[in-house]
């Protein structure tokens, strides 16, 4: 069963404006990681942010995580036709051995230019 | 470029063939990932090789097997394939799972069965 849930399911900007997409997740987690996936291809990581975090920077990329809410979202700034692609939350849960991630089904954002 | 590849990028099997998928993991990175993704859906995790062993596995029947090698490579075996077994299957490394670090994927192998 997927741990994390993404919202919104698909998301339609204009270039410059900016896209939040949140996530849920549902038991204790080690730490929470946000991919972007253009069509067809591989997985690209954007950021990690661990259990005892609460917000991270990269780039026009910011990261909250709310362990009380189980919840975390993903900012992007000023965004570009390039960012188009679908977007992953994945948790590394706390109970399971290893370091598998859970993922959720995704967002997938469309930057108009 | 994540310093992880995989091969082939695209295959085609019938129903009831075995297939067998590669993956070279980053420098240095010990622990390798399979993780399976249908269309339009997140992967889901099948199994995790740390240090040559199995440790740890999604809910995939034993007809999915893997194995990984003393330089860290792996190899990703299904076995009697089934017409649902068409997906994207990822690979991805980590430095050494213990530390809950970065996990890098490769950019996956296209599996069409027919």
């Known amino acids: 069963s997927q741990q994390g849930e993404e919202d919104p399911q698909a998301l339609s900007i204009q270039e410059g404006e900016n896209a939040t997409m949140n996530c849920s997740y549902k038991?204790?987690?080690?730490?929470l990681q946000w991919y972007r996936q253009n069509s067809g291809r591989g997985l690209v990581h954007l950021i990690l942010?661990?259990?005892?975090?609460r917000e991270k920077h990269s780039g026009r990329l910011r990261v909250t995580l709310d362990t009380s809410k189980k919840s975390s979202s993903l900012l992007i700034t000023a965004s570009r036709a390039a960012d188009t692609a679908s977007y992953f939350c994945a948790t590394d849960a706390r109970e399971t051995s290893g370091s598998r991630l859970t993922f959720g089904e995704g967002t997938q954002l469309t930057v108009n230019p | 470029e994540t310093g992880v590849t995989q091969s082939p990028t695209h295959l085609i099997k019938t129903r009831g063939q075995q297939v067998t998928l590669r993956c070279s993991s980053q420098?240095?990175?010990?622990?390798v990932s399979w993780y399976q993704q249908a269309l339009g859906q997140g992967p889901q995790f099948i199994f995790q090789y740390y240090r040559e062993e199995e440790n740890g596995r999604g809910n995939f029947p034993p007809r999915f097997s893997g194995l990984q090698f003393p330089n860290y490579s792996s190899e990703l075996n299904v076995n009697a394939l089934e017409l649902d077994d068409s997906a994207l299957y990822l690979c991805?490394?980590?430095?050494?799972?213990?530390?809950?670090?970065?996990?890098?994927f490769g950019e996956g192998s296209w599996l069409t069965v027919v």
């Open positions: 991805a490394s980590s430095l050494d799972y213990l530390i809950g670090n970065t996990i890098y």
């Open positions: 420098s240095g990175h010990n622990t």
């Open positions: 038991t204790s987690i080690n730490n």
């Open positions: 942010i661990r259990s005892n975090e």
